[in-house]
């Protein structure tokens, strides 16, 4: 999903993020693509699931993985936020995260305080 023609920041966001959800998961998604518009940056990220994570819901436990993930999302948070607002130099206001099993898909929201 990262293409050649994204412009700087939205690429460094795309990299840190998968090498922060890599660090705590111990796996990082394989495709990740960072939107960035006024006052919204939105990180979408594919082929994020854990091995275990994939066994889990094989086996019938597909809540329990999206529980797992946004519990991972709580600790993730100031992380994900310190991030892009290293990147866009501006603050971050709101912060939501979701997760999809089929298919494997999550995003990352930030809302940012709006330009002077």
């Known amino acids: ?4 023609g994204e412009t700087v920041p939205s690429a460094m966001i795309s990299t840190a993020a998968v090498q922060l959800l890599h660090e705590y998961t111990g796996r990082g998604p394989t ?6 518009s006024e006052n919204l940056v939105t990180v979408v990220f594919a082929d994020t ?3 275990g994570e994939r066994k889990l819901v094989e086996s019938g436990h597909s809540e329990r993985v999206i529980e797992l ?7 993730m948070r100031d ?3 310190a ?13 939501m995260s979701q997760n999809h099993i089929d298919p494997d898909l999550a ?6 305080e709006p330009q002077s």
């Open 83 to 95: 991030l892009v607002e290293r990147q866009l130099e501006r603050k971050v206001i709101a912060f």
């Open 31 to 36: 495709k990740a693509k960072t939107l960035i």
């Open 1 to 4: 999903m990262t293409d050649q």
């Open 79 to 81: 992380d994900l936020v």
């Open 69 to 75: 993930r946004h519990d991972y999302q709580l600790v």
């Open 49 to 51: 699931l854990t091995k």
């Open 107 to 112: 995003v990352e929201v930030f809302v940012l």
